[in-house]
């Protein structure tokens, strides 16, 4: 009875776990020697994963389904490359013909002599000759020697690799982000279960209370029916925070890409995330911001493969130096086949394509100066971003310590009306108040730690660390 009301309801340190509390860390502690283990492969449907933050953002960042869905964007990127890069490699080809043709004699365009006397050899008119039947084997081979052009398509290719596999990061780092903020919504869950469990405890411990004073002849009929509309509210409440936990896990296995039949247990607590009392210096932070931000390296990898791209449309102008072979045996059956051949060196010049390649040229410049008015857009969001969370940061670390201070006034408030109430100075009306006070004022303190937890991600993720979170 006395720990229900002195407990502050949250997961602590041992000597301030709550009866609730001290079970679910009975529970969690025997699964927690495996969390290493258990994240380096997707868990089977009904095993039992017990993950922190920093499992919880790497898992999520290695097979989330926006992550996967970045690297292979990232993967069609590089196949990308092996194709611009056919056009500067040989190419060969092979076939086998049989074919039977006829002919027009008068479309041959000769007319061939005849002896005197004799009838022309084809009718002046035209005749049908054949048919031929022919079996045709060839090999032919072409390769570009010198094409400048095909060279700048796929150096572009290459740049627009790199702006992938930097989109990749990004999409690694959202996919982080989003798990993070389920799994403090599933801690903020736990801990508001193991709060109404407490309120539930202390609403239990006042009906009986009341019940007992009303049998004594010290109490009234109207503190039993206060305790027990508190004792309902109370059981009501407690059944939305069992639901909003159940809630909040499905969504923290969606975000990580696992089979929602997965058993999911959380290693930290609110109160055992990272809280420091000072913060970065905003400056330094913005510092990383700009160099390890993946969306950053992906807008000047794009700005790069533009500036490729116009370079390799401008490249077309110029000659190309190409080699090109044909050899085989053809003949009227396989038997009597004779080796035919033609070769050549081809230099090809485009002289003029009706300014299409100008009109592409000024397209692709029109990209290149979005792709880096986004480019440095993004740069001064940066700054934005790691500033906005500093002062997030910031706020609600007193956020914190205001609300810790409250909780502990409202434990104080409700131990004094208990004493009142129990020794018969006054009716339990001041005792469900401050009841109530202190339900509030643990939801306060839950919002302020998760307000805090949940900047401390956004500053992280605005520095490009979003994957590193511990």
Known sequence: MTT???????????????????????????LALSAQDSTTANPAPGQTLVLTLG?????????????????????????????????????????ALRSGRTFNTVTFGI????????????????????????????????????????????????????????????????????????????????????????????????????????????????????????????RAALIAARSERS????????????????????????????????????????????????????????????????????????PSFGLFGDQGAIGLNAKHLLNTYDWGVQISLPLFDGLRREGRIEEQRAVTNEVDVRRRDLREQAGVDVRSALLDLGASREQVDAARERVRLAEQEVSQARERFTAGVGGNADVVTASLGLTAARNQLLDALTLFQSARVSLARAEGGAVSIR
């Not at 301030?16 to 860390?25: D, E, F, H, P, T």
């Not at 798990?179 to 539930?200: F, G, I, Q």
Request: charged share 25%.
């Open 4 to 30: 229900a009301l002195t407990s502050p309801a949250l997961p602590n340190v041992p000597r301030r776990l709550g009866r609730s509390a001290l079970v679910l860390a009975c529970l969690v502690a025997p």
């Open 55 to 95: 499992d919880a953002v790497r898992l999520a960042a290695r097979q989330s389904p926006t992550a996967e869905t970045g690297r292979l964007r990232a993967a069609e990127a590089r196949a990308r490359v092996t194709q611009r890069r056919a056009d500067l490699l040989p190419n060969a080809s092979a076939s």
């Open 111 to 234: 007319t061939l002599p005849s002896a005197p006397g004799q009838p022309p050899l084809f009718d002046p008119n035209g005749q049908v000759a054949g048919p031929v039947v022919t079996t045709d084997l060839r090999a032919r081979a072409s390769v570009n020697v010198v094409d400048l052009a095909a060279l700048a398509r796929v150096r572009a290719a290459q740049a627009a690799v790199r702006a992938s596999d930097a989109d990749a990061e990004t999409a690694s780092e959202t996919a982080a982000a989003q798990t993070a903020a389920a799994y403090l919504r599933a801690l903020r869950a736990d801990a508001e279960l193991v709060a109404r469990s407490d309120d539930s405890t202390l609403a239990a411990d006042l009906l009986s209370i009341a019940r007992s004073t009303l049998k004594a002849g010290t109490g009234t009929g109207l503190d039993v029916t206060r305790a027990e509309a508190q004792a309902a509210g109370v």
């Open 247 to 318: 809630r909040a896990r499905l969504e923290l296995l969606r975000t990580m890409g696992i089979s929602l039949d997965v058993n999911v247990e959380l290693a930290d607590s609110l109160d055992q995330l990272a809280m420091s009392d000072s913060l970065p210096d905003a400056n330094e932070a913005t510092e990383r911001a700009l160099a390890n931000r993946p969306d950053l390296r992906a807008a000047n990898a794009q700005y790069d493969a533009a500036k490729r791209s116009i370079r390799a449309i401008q490249a077309e102008r110029l």
